[in-house]
């Protein structure tokens, strides 16, 4: 009754230009802790997404909320012109961490959100190179700010803002399962970056001056597996060849791990698995467990030192806030403590397998995949290919009803969508999620797609 009057304002007085209608009705959650949110009635639904891993490591995680808690009761607020500890020690440990990785020397930036971020990194690149295009990939996503939109590929983002004179220049990315038949995934990997390097053959192929030695290109963003995209993971040698070309001229690499940082994939960082170091990484989301909004940049000290990067370059008042430095600092010092790595690819291979059993059962999923806690389930016709994009709306929208079944207990089950076809479940569970919870996330997603075919 009381969510009935709460809609009912919602439709007056709330802007509806978010994502929440995405999905009708949408839901009204009261409570949350571990890999569950809980409606007004009690109803648990078991989190496949965490808040699009921002919540990695579990709703209400008790020492992520207590450094959160201790924060509030020393030093809750403080101008960003003035500094904290915390500020201080979480950027040397991400510093120190891509000393040790990258084996270069940089520097942290902080902001709120991530498309803040992005547009922060913009702002080092153009400030380094004088030139403010960039290359970024079909299929990427990189938020919602005027800037993040122009090097997004999907033009659903732009279409009603005018004309995105710096739009990026987008490029194929190796979606294996899509991609030309009787090709290997290495080979198709190959295939994208010939197709790259090609454009640097000549003057004529529009990018690059060879009397010159100059490309009008600054920068190319990447994320290592594409997030909103679909969690499409390339074959591991791709990026070194995408890097070689980079190398050859003279172009940065931008990394983004807004959405797969923070161990989703198995590693600190998701380009740790490719083996090729970025100029620039941006982050976000997990770093605050969705606690106190941070995310931030990393750059290379010749990118970001203070004679090229002085102060004043960007500012936003809520940037580098200590609520969020504290829970950050807190989040890397837990990382630091347990081995995710390990712990982390032990539930994926075994989510992984889980899927790949339901898709024995199930013919419409195409395709499954995986690495660490970012996993994929793409819905298909019968045919086990042609999208179906209506058969995962259905999905979503019973999971979200909150009538599943489980042990006599209704059940709800949160899912995302991405994908180029909007057909795809991106899995991005908690990952303190027990094995217990993935056999009823295994469970729920079988009664799911029976339920949502039945209709
Ligand atoms: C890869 C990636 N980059 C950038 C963003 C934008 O971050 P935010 O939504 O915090 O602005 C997102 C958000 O989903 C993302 O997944």
């Not at 929208?397 to 969508?417: F, K, N, P, S, T």
């Amino acid at each position: 009754m009381r969510d009935l009057q709460l809609l009912a304002d919602e439709a007056l007085y709330c802007s509806f230009g978010d994502t929440v209608h995405y999905i009708e009705p949408p839901q009204i959650f009261e409570r949350c802790e571990g890999s569950y949110l809980y409606d007004a009635e009690g109803t648990a639904f078991l989190d496949l997404q965490m808040w699009y891993s921002a919540v990695s490591f579990g709703y209400a995680n008790p020492r992520l909320n207590n450094a959160l808690k201790k924060q509030i009761d020393t030093l809750p607020q403080l101008a960003s012109q003035y500094l904290h500890p915390t500020k201080i020690e979480l950027s040397k440990i991400i510093a120190q961490d891509a000393e040790r990785k990258f084996g270069t020397r940089g520097r942290v930036h902080f902001n709120v959100g991530g498309s803040q971020a992005v547009e922060d990194s913009l702002k080092i690149v153009r400030n380094a190179k004088g030139k403010n295009l960039m290359f970024a990939f079909e299929g990427g996503y990189h938020g919602r700010t005027l800037g993040a939109s122009a090097i997004t590929s999907s033009y659903r983002y732009r279409r009603r803002f005018g004309h995105f004179g710096d739009r990026a220049q987008f490029i194929p990315f190796p979606y294996h399962f899509r991609g030309p038949r009787g090709m290997s995934k290495e080979e198709y990997g190959e295939q994208c970056v010939a197709q790259f390097a090609r454009l640097f053959e000549t003057e004529y192929n529009g990018v690059w001056d060879p009397r010159a030695g100059q490309s009008e290109y600054a920068a190319f963003y990447i994320e290592p597996i594409q997030g909103t995209g679909g969690y499409v993971i390339p074959p591991l040698n791709f990026f070194r060849g995408i890097k070689k070309v980079l190398d050859q001229y003279g172009i940065l690499l931008v990394v983004d791990e807004i959405q797969m940082g923070f161990y989703r994939t198995g590693k600190l960082w998701s380009i740790e698995h490719f083996g090729v170091q970025p100029d620039i990484l941006v982050f976000g989301k997990a770093l605050t467990n969705g606690l106190n909004p941070l995310a931030g940049v990393w750059a290379r000290e010749e990118l970001i030192n203070p004679t090229l990067f002085p102060p004043g370059s960007t500012h936003s008042t809520f940037a580098s806030n200590p609520l969020g430095t504290a829970v950050g600092l807190e989040t890397m010092r837990m990382l630091a403590e347990t081995d995710y790595e390990t712990l982390v690819m032990a539930k994926g291979e075994y989510f992984l397998a889980g899927l790949r059993d339901l898709q024995q059962r199930h013919p419409e999923i195409g395709d499954v995949d995986g690495l660490g806690l970012a996993l994929r389930v793409e819905l298909c016709q019968a045919d086990g290919f042609t999208p179906n994009k209506a058969l995962l709306d259905r999905m979503t929208e019973i999971g979200l009803a909150g009538d599943l079944e489980h042990r006599g207990q209704r059940m709800g089950l949160i899912l995302d969508v991405g994908g180029y076809h909007k057909n795809v479940i991106t899995l991005a569970p908690s990952l303190h999620i027990s094995y217990e919870e993935i056999d009823l996330g295994l469970i729920l997603l079988d009664q799911l797609l029976r339920r949502a075919k039945g209709r």
